[in-house]
């Protein structure tokens, strides 16, 4: 069974740095595109940053310049880089995934973990 297994999050003051990180556990093939979204209270769940399924990257406008995805191959892990944080960073961020089984892909999110940043 796939598991997206999260780590990092937490609180932080603004201007601060944090890493999040969501590691995909269990068996499959490929993972076609792999990164994070976050959800503030009362709002929709939106894109932060994404490895595509062409393996470039995608941001959210309101990230770009403070905020870098990365991955690891080897342990089929992307890492969240998110410097020069704000208040309206603060949300529950969640990893997402496409992941592939030779004949079928199937989507996936992490449990989620909090991102709190102070004024």
């Known amino acids: 069974q796939v598991q997206l297994v999260e780590s990092g999050g937490g609180l932080v003051q603004a201007g601060g740095s944090l890493t999040v990180s969501c590691a995909a556990s269990?068996?499959?093939?490929?993972?076609?595109?792999m990164g994070w979204y976050r959800q503030a209270p009362g709002m929709q769940r939106d894109l932060v940053a994404i490895?595509?399924?062409?393996?470039?990257?995608d941001y959210a406008d309101s990230v770009k310049g403070r905020f870098t995805i990365s991955r690891d191959h080897a342990t089929n892990t992307v890492h969240l880089q998110m410097n020069r944080l704000i208040p309206a960073d603060t949300a529950v961020y969640y990893c997402?995934?496409?992941?592939?089984?030779?004949?079928?892909?199937?989507?996936?999110w992490g449990q989620g973990t909090q991102v709190t940043v102070s004024s």
């Open positions: 490895f595509t399924s062409g393996g470039s990257t």
């Open positions: 269990g068996r499959f093939d490929s993972i076609v595109s």
């Open positions: 997402h995934a496409y992941i592939y089984f030779g004949r079928r892909w199937d989507e996936y």
